[in-house]
């Protein structure tokens, strides 16, 4: 996996915090390497965790609010700039009640305007329907006929729900080295203060960096963050 600085990153995610879990040491290597990094977020990560007659309140607007925030700080631990971060705040955890061509062409519309040359989004297995119906949105938004400036496209794995599709596991095929910036994703991740809990969580510290060891042992590296390549162009 070789970036250039050239290269443009569109991290597709679905909830704020999904980005740090999934790519966030290779966010922070891409943006010390001065490459372009986009991030949107499709749905917002609150309202699930309440009754529906409470999702439209002043106290969940305020939680939505609050949890935008923290991803902005953890963005800019990162290095990614605040113009280059979107909230569409669809309802967490009911985008199967949404129109699959407007998730689709969301995503569409952000990849015509950034033009890509990587694409990270979730893994097709997971176990939050979300991330689910984003890889399948994904895949329908960057169908390759007139997006020749797209050259990967790469799934992530998201702790708390990757590795709980027991049947499914994630499928590393492709690892990248955060030695170097493990620590920014930490620090990241910190910033979502009711987001990560205390081990053995497995949005804790420490199996955060338990994974990070993991994946590093498969690939011969001190820390690494694990994906799925799922289609590469290469041109002559």
């Known amino acids: 996996m070789n ?3 050239k290269d ?6 679905a909830h704020p915090d999904d980005d740090v879990l999934g790519c966030g040491g290779t966010i922070a290597f891409l943006r010390e390497k001065k490459i372009k990094v986009r991030v ?24 939505i609010d609050y949890r ?9 631990i990162l290095g990614v700039n605040k113009e280059e ?6 309802q967490c955890l009911n985008l199967d009640q949404i129109s699959f061509l407007d998730i689709t062409k969301t995503i569409e519309k952000q990849v015509y305007d950034f033009m890509p040359t990587n694409i990270f989004t979730h893994a097709q297995n997971d176990v939050n329907n979300d991330h689910t119906i984003i890889n399948k949105a994904m895949l329908a938004a960057t169908r390759p006929f007139d997006k020749i400036f797209l050259k990967n496209i790469y799934s992530f794995e998201i702790l708390s729900s990757s590795e709980w599709n027991y049947l499914n596991a994630f ?8 030695s170097k910036t493990l620590k920014k994703k930490i620090l990241a991740i910190k910033a979502y203060k009711k987001e990560f809990k205390k081990s053995p969580h497995p949005r804790s510290i420490e199996t955060i960096k338990a994974l ?13 963050e694990s994906f799925n390549l799922i289609r590469s162009i290469k041109k002559n």
Do not use: H, M
């Open 3 to 5: 970036f250039e600085e």
């Open 8 to 13: 443009k990153v569109l991290i597709v995610a």
């Open 40 to 63: 949107v977020f499709l749905a917002e990560g609150i309202s699930a965790r309440y009754l529906q007659k409470d999702i439209g309140s002043f106290k969940v607007k305020k939680e």
């Open 68 to 76: 935008n925030k923290c991803a902005l700080k953890a963005l800019k």
């Open 85 to 90: 971060i979107f909230f569409n705040n669809y």
């Open 171 to 178: 499928n590393a095929n492709c690892f990248f080295d955060i």
């Open 212 to 224: 990070a060891t993991f994946r590093g042992s498969q690939s011969g590296l001190k820390y690494a």
